[in-house]
């Protein structure tokens, strides 16, 4: 079984330039999320996505971040401009949806520098 | 709303001694509970999950953690380390499944396991 494709792995960009991931989750999963990993802290999540629809985006600065996941099965999440506090590794995972799916898969997640 | 607190951002330790990292949570309901191993360049890997029952859980490569209710903590154990447990370790929360938006993670800032040696 292929596990959560992420790409690009490492991105460098300029302050104010965007820059957009993409994510390929396990076949059949259902629900998909994002997170944001900054340096010495634990991954914090900006949204989860239930096939096509928006589950939970509280986290997520809606000013700069964008996310969606058309068919329900590839996401993208995109931030457009770039600040240097979004300096981080973004990490996709995924799950069935499915019952008690409360075991998520992770991608090997974007490295994102920003200067 | 929940939290995580893992007391140690560092623990160094001898090849073949034990370890322990310590892992607190804040919840006012029932909670799932959960270590991921993080290696380095990878993304998250799930090494063991308490959800109910037994209160000592195990993982397949030795290690263990056991739930305390009354001291709301999860620390992760293990009797003799290996050069290859070198990673950085995360403890999880997630709530008990409530319906949409459940099984979100929530996370702790991580402990980096270095293994001497």
């Known amino acids: 079984e292929a596990g959560v494709a992420q790409s690009p792995r490492y991105k460098i960009i300029e302050k104010r330039q965007s820059v957009a991931f993409w994510c390929n989750p396990i076949?059949?999963?259902?629900?998909l999320y994002w997170y944001q990993q900054i340096l010495g802290q634990g991954p914090k999540l900006l949204i989860q996505f239930q096939n096509n629809g928006v589950v939970d985006d509280s986290q997520l600065p809606k000013d700069r971040f964008s996310a969606e996941r058309l068919k329900g099965v590839d996401s993208t999440l995109k931030i457009q401009p770039a600040k240097l506090e979004d300096s981080a590794v973004y990490l996709c995972?995924?799950?069935?949806?499915?019952?008690?799916?409360?075991?998520?898969?992770f991608g090997p997640g974007t490295r994102l520098t920003v200067t | 709303a929940q939290s995580v607190t893992q007391l140690d951002s560092q623990v160094p330790v001898f090849e073949e001694a034990p370890v322990e990292l310590r892992c607190n949570y804040s919840?006012?309901?029932?909670?799932?509970l959960f270590w991921y191993v993080q290696y380095p360049n990878q993304g998250l890997q799930l090494l063991l999950k308490y959800l109910s029952g037994s209160t000592l859980v195990e993982s397949i490569n030795g290690f263990e953690a056991e739930f305390n209710k009354s001291q709301t903590s999860f620390h992760l154990r293990k009797p003799s380390v290996h050069i290859s447990d070198t990673a950085e370790y995360f403890c999880a929360v997630s709530l008990v499944y409530s319906g949409a938006g459940s099984y979100q993670l929530t996370f702790g800032k991580g402990t980096k396991l270095s293994v001497i040696p």
């Open positions: 995972a995924s799950s069935t949806g499915q019952g008690r799916s409360y075991e998520q898969y």
């Open positions: 076949s059949g999963h259902a629900t």
């Open positions: 919840s006012s309901v029932s909670v799932y």
